[in-house]
């Protein structure tokens, strides 16, 4: 089902749900061109994490060059953090299900991340910045998504967005769904987050068993969905725990929830199509831009 501008809004972005009504299915529902489960890594200090984009199975989906989803209740899985260190020519996402997060850069800013806050950071031409986690005990659980810049971007100014859980619109889609809304749009309803170069869509999706999901997406755009609970169909193909399927192309997106309760992210951006180079957390356009960075960061030049 897709969403018409019409809602009936039973609260407000500061805590609520709002009731959108739905509408006729759109004619094309996009397929699934690949489907795929992470790998097992570690970064930062030693944090496990399961690394799904930015692997040799799917290098990067334009314009998102690495998705980790981290996860554990194990104190030494996580207690180690990530220590300070630098990015520049891309954008870092964090989104927190559970557990606390210190974010420190050396542009001053500072935020504590707690379960179902956003923090959406622009490295730009260059930041220093650590996370490091606020418990010694209990369930650690979220997402890193990196999204790229354009060249024209690349050495903007950094910036840095938080958004705490309450400034997140939690949606009811239809009887048994549910969509948060990080970045885009479900009928009048928008998300926090805005990036003109590539317009993104980040829902966090709950849908019951039998639920049905249909969101219209710009066709240009590419679209993934990754479930971390339950499992769903599309079509006739159902997708469990810990898969990530890419969608192919079509004019919308269609999920209908099979386990009694089943929570997936579904993101979609619209490509930049440019040259991309890459050396550890320095994402340009040129080989020769790369040792440019190595060489700022060296000179403490960030």
């Known amino acids: 089902m897709s969403i ?22 759109p004619a094309r529902a996009r ?5 795929l489960r992470g790998l097992a890594t570690s970064d930062g200090a030693g944090v496990s994490l399961t690394r799904v984009i930015g692997t040799n199975q ?12 981290f996860g554990s209740d194990t104190p030494g899985d996580y207690i180690a953090g990530f220590p300070s260190h630098p990015h520049r020519g891309f954008e870092t996402v964090t989104y927190m299900l559970d557990g606390r ?21 622009t490295a ?27 060249a024209k971007d690349k050495m903007c100014a950094p910036q840095y967005q938080e958004y705490g859980p309450e400034r997140i619109p939690d949606v009811i889609v239809s009887e048994g769904v549910s ?53 769903v169909t599309v079509g006739n193909t159902t997708v469990g725990r810990g898969e990530l399927i890419v969608f ?15 929570r997936l992210i579904l993101v979609a951006g619209r490509p930049i199509g440019e040259p991309v180079a890459r050396y550890g957390p320095f994402v340009m356009n040129t080989q020769d831009e790369l040792t440019q960075a190595v060489r700022d960061f060296q000179a403490g030049r960030f």
């Open 4 to 25: 018409q501008p019409s809602i009936h809004s039973n609260a407000s972005p500061s805590g609520g749900a709002f009731v959108c009504a739905p509408a006729a299915t």
């Open 31 to 35: 397929p699934i061109a690949r489907r």
């Open 58 to 69: 799917l290098p990067a989906l334009d314009p998102f060059l690495m998705l980790d989803e």
């Open 101 to 121: 997060m210190r974010h420190k850069d050396n542009h001053g800013n500072e935020g504590l991340m707690t379960p179902g806050s956003v923090q959406w950071m």
């Open 124 to 150: 730009g031409r260059g930041i220093v910045h650590s996370e490091m986690p606020e418990q010694e005990s209990g369930l650690m659980r979220g997402f890193q998504l990196w999204v790229n810049l354009p």
């Open 179 to 231: 969509a948060k809304l990080i970045a885009g749009r479900i009928g009048d309803v928008s998300g926090p987050v805005s990036q003109p170069a590539t317009d993104p869509t980040y829902f966090d999706l709950s849908i019951a068993a039998g639920g049905r999901f249909g969101h219209a997406l710009p066709e240009g755009h590419n679209v993934f969905a990754y479930v971390y609970e339950g499992e």
């Open 248 to 262: 192919g192309a079509g004019d919308s997106v269609q999920l209908t929830g099979r386990a009694p309760t089943s």
